[in-house]
């Protein structure tokens, strides 16, 4: 499979409004969603979002070895990188998290590489990702078991031609995001 920014370009416009209006209960803003929901909602641009299940500090970790993509977005470090302690290997689990004393986890997100038996193409976008309030991380052994459903109505024209109302499996993943909250 060749790999693609396909899902980089054109989505600046995306970045200023709220991916989840398709959604009845916001993610983003909701502060009564646990980190166990939303694994899979679709993020489109491979950048967290400001806030997560209604939290907004952050911790992040990159995976090792990524391919470079060209137009990916660069990698950050998190709003509060220190609440959360990260184990990063080669091999599975890939990237693994805990959070330190006096913090808990509201929600995860992830950049992952998305594909699919029919698509030949690997395409870089962000979604949710599932987590306990304390620890967490990607799949330990085998394959990812989070399916990723793109919206039909994707605000990103040529996302909604070629891949609106599709399932994606996960590829990989590039980088997760942390959102965590004091105690």
Known sequence: MRTTAALVTGFLASLL???PALAKVNP??????????????????????????GCKLTS?????????????????KGTKQSAVTFTVTPTQPYISWKVKAGYKICGV?????????????????????????????TVVS????????????????EVRRTMGGKVYSIASPRDITVFVKKK
């Open 142 to 157: 085998g394959f990812e078991t989070i399916k990723v459903k793109i919206p039909k109505d994707e605000p990103d024209e």
């Open 60 to 76: 992040r970790a990159q995976a090792l070895n990524l391919e470079e993509i060209p137009g990916a977005p660069a990698f950050g």
């Open 109 to 137: 997100q992830a950049s992952v590489l998305l594909g699919r038996p029919d698509d030949g193409t690997l395409h870089l976008a962000e979604i949710g990702y599932t987590s306990s309030t304390t620890k967490g991380s």
């Open 28 to 53: 983003e803003a909701n502060a009564k969603l646990g980190p166990t929901q939303n694994a899979g909602h679709y993020l489109s641009y491979p950048t967290p979002t400001y806030q997560w299940h």
């Open 17 to 19: 409004t709220t991916a």
